[in-house]
């Protein structure tokens, strides 16, 4: 499974971004998919779940992501839509699949993409 984030730039405090991870590759039809930050000499975030089931999807959300952030998908598509973006927003952003059930733990998840910069100041 390949992984590319793209939607990523600097923004100005209070503006959107929506970000978007294109899977290619042996994708599943099951399973879970994340949306993960990182800073600068930090481990990785879990911001949101999406986990996509017989019954459709299904998300939750790490406290930080809670009212700004919305995980979506659309095909083999993932998004994370950002609205009223802080400075302390600023990070690596990457996407994740793979899971077998939904969880927020790196580790988890066995494929990455190569992240996408925000920046908001």
């Known amino acids: 499974v390949q992984l590319v984030e793209s939607g990523g730039g600097s923004v100005e405090t209070g503006q959107s971004l929506k970000l978007s991870c294109s899977a290619s590759?042996?994708?599943?039809?099951?399973?879970?998919m994340a949306w993960f930050r990182q800073f600068p000499g930090k481990e990785r975030e879990g911001l949101a779940t999406?986990?996509?089931?017989?019954?459709?999807?299904t998300t939750y959300y790490h406290d930080s992501a809670k009212g700004r952030f919305t995980i979506t998908h659309n095909d083999k598509t993932l998004y994370l839509e950002m609205n009223n973006l802080k400075p302390e927003d600023t990070a690596m952003y990457y996407c994740?699949?793979?899971?077998?059930?939904?969880?927020?733990?790196?580790?988890?998840?066995?494929?990455w993409g190569q992240g996408t910069q925000v920046t908001v100041s």
């Open positions: 994740a699949a793979g899971a077998t059930l939904s969880t927020l733990i790196p580790q988890s998840y066995p494929h």
């Open positions: 590759g042996h994708t599943r039809s099951s399973g879970c």
């Open positions: 999406l986990y996509i089931g017989e019954g459709g999807g």
